[in-house]
Nanobody, 124 residues
């Protein structure tokens, strides 16, 4: 069992930056690939970024490439999402998710555990 708690969301102006963190419980964090998803009002939850179990491989949806960076620290059981050059269309609730295995899928139903989410609001 893995419990995930996100933090770092907030209100920021367009062009600004935020850093989201996800703290995981348990001793087996390094066995999980991790993903960040987001859900905007009235829209389905979508994949944003993923990172392999050891951090060697990262994946991004096209709309955030070059602006967002996912990273993890297995010693601290954390995964982070650095978000730069934020746009109003990045406004959403952001969730971290964990899946047992080496690589992070882009499909939300494949993930085993989810956090409660953190709100990110980007004003124009």
């Amino acid at each position: 069992q893995v419990q995930l708690v996100e933090s770092g969301g907030g209100l920021v102006q367009a062009g600004g930056s935020l850093r989201l963190s996800c703290a995981a419980s348990g001793r087996t964090f390094s066995r999980y690939a991790m993903g960040w998803f987001r859900q905007a009002p009235g829209k389905e939850r979508e994949f944003v970024a993923g990172i392999s179990w050891n951090g060697d491989h990262t994946y991004y949806t096209d709309s955030v490439k070059g602006r967002f960076t996912i990273s993890r620290d297995n010693a601290k059981n954390t995964v982070s999402l650095q978000m730069n050059s934020l746009k109003p269309e990045d406004t959403a609730v952001y969730y971290c998710a964990a899946i047992m295995g080496r690589q992070p899928p882009r499909i939300e139903r494949d993930y085993d555990f989810w956090g409660q989410g953190t709100q990110v609001t980007v004003s124009s």
